[in-house]
């Protein structure tokens, strides 16, 4: 009987995972990539699956989650962290890779693979299902046409993200809650004095910023202006800007003054656990956001969730159009996976390929469906791109907020994620357990 087939479009993270993850389930898989013919502004080298700024794939330790969601794929066989352990080079507790080596390691893994045919071309309309796509964040021309025709919706096109800090993580005895004019107590608030403004402003402007890509349109980048580029605008800008200190007549700095200037944080999530600094959308390099967002009061030992981010970045309205099988609702067999998703980093957009691809090669086959649960860090990412209900809809890095909070948990903060990520890897071990999910 003639093998099940099945389309991905898009070598990248999250593609190359698919299409792996399919093959290992006898399918037998057409992969298209524009590379070499085009590169996305972003993608510079040939090879398949190319990360295109950090070479880190961020923490492996099991109290972070992004670490969780490592060891989770490497349980469940994924490709991307099979090349990752191989080509890793020495980063303290964060696993990052030669990044030459990785891609090529990858690429030679998928062209030797007998069920995979790698097709040099360009998709421009949503093929027939079966099919992945993962064409990642810079999708752009004929095919965005064509997913934007089929869904009826625009995508988001520019991503100007704030940094989203824990609430574990902050000093609650420097951060006040209160909204301006006493409308309640839902802002989490860090006076400034003017000292304190002056030293952040200073570091701000001169801290060290990643390239830009997508932004050639100056009118759009005018609209969601990173708060260092404000900041250059002049000492004031901040303070009669973002950080205006108006309305918030109870708080004191610390040297017992009216503040200064006040840095807001906004509740991020329904659970409370997470916030985002308003108005700080930004284009520092991550070490970068550490340092200086660590001088504003409070947030000295912050733990970064999601780091801002200012890049093109198109993604689809997900908790409207996909299943928590990233399968779209609108059209039965088509699959998305990756950062177009909502999703957001190397690891994760590697993760939804491998869930999509599972499930896809499950019901071409014939299968049950599997529900990687709340309680995996790879189930909680598919949960939150399709089940968000908040306000706008943002790419999610992984972390502990979105996995299901445990019972009777522990205060101390490494303990509790330690014991979430115990849960979720014997999920994983269970769901592994003499090869159940891929028969
Ligand atoms: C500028 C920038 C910097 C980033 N930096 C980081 C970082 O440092 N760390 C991090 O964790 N994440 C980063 N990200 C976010 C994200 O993790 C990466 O974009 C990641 O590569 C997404 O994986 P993906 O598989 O969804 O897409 P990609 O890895 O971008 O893969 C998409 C693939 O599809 C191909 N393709 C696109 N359109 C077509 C088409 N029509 N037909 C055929 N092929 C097509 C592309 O050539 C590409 O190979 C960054 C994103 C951007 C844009």
Not at 365 to 379: C, P, V
């Amino acid at each position: 009987m003639e093998k099940p087939s099945a389309s991905v479009i898009g070598a990248g993270l999250a593609g190359c995972e698919a299409a792996h993850t399919l093959s290992r389930m006898g399918i037998r898989v057409r992969l298209y990539e524009m590379k070499p013919q085009k590169h996305t502004p972003a993608h510079k080298s040939n090879d398949l699956c190319e990360l295109v700024c950090s070479n880190s794939l961020r923490s492996d330790k099991l109290d972070n989650a992004v670490g969780l969601l490592k060891e989770e794929l490497r349980r469940l066989g994924s490709l991307v962290m099979e090349c990752a352990d191989a080509t890793r080079v020495p980063a303290g507790g964060a696993l990052a890779v030669d990044r030459e080596g990785f891609s090529k390691m990858v690429t030679e893994r998928i062209k030797s693979d007998p069920n995979i045919e790698l097709i040099s071309e360009e998709v421009t309309s949503v093929p027939d299902a079966p099919v992945i796509i993962a064409t990642g964040p810079l999708t752009d021309g004929e095919l965005m046409k064509s997913i934007e025709a089929l869904l009826g919706d625009s995508l988001h096109f520019f991503d100007a993200a704030a940094p989203i800090v824990t609430l574990d993580s902050l000093d609650m005895n420097k951060v006040k809650r209160a909204s301006r004019y006493d409308r309640g107590s839902d802002y989490l608030n860090c006076p400034m004095t003017m000292l304190e403004y002056y030293s952040f402003v200073r570091a701000l402007v001169s801290a060290e910023t990643a390239p830009l890509h997508g932004f050639e349109d100056k009118s759009v980048f005018e609209g969601c202006m990173p708060v260092e580029v404000m900041a250059r605008r002049g000492d004031q800008t901040l303070a009669f800007g973002p950080m205006k200190p108006v309305g918030l007549t109870d708080l004191t700095a610390s040297d017992g003054k009216k503040p200064y200037a006040v840095v807001q944080l906004r509740q991020d999530n329904a659970e409370g656990t997470l916030y985002n600094i308003v108005g700080f959308q930004t284009n520092l390099k991550f070490p970068e956001q550490r340092r200086v967002f660590g001088m504003i009061p409070g947030l000295e030992n912050a733990e970064f969730m999601r780091y801002g981010v200012m890049h093109r970045n198109s993604y689809l309205k997900s908790p409207k159009h996909l299943t928590s099988e990233y399968e779209l609702r609108e059209r039965s067999g088509v699959f998305f996976a990756g950062q177009i998703t909502g999703v957001e980093g190397y690891i994760e957009s590697a993760a939804s390929g491998f869930y999509a691809g599972l499930c896809l090669a499950r019901k071409l086959k014939g299968l049950s469906s599997i529900d990687f649960s709340r309680k995996t860090a790879i189930g909680a990412l598919a949960h939150y791109v399709s089940e968000y209900n908040g306000g706008s809809f943002q790419p999610m890095n992984i972390n502990f907020g979105i996995m299901q909070s445990l019972e009777n948990a522990p205060r101390d903060k490494l303990k509790r994620y330690s014991l979430i990520s115990e849960r979720a890897l014997n999920e994983i071990d269970e769901l592994t357990f003499e090869d159940r999910i891929w028969k």
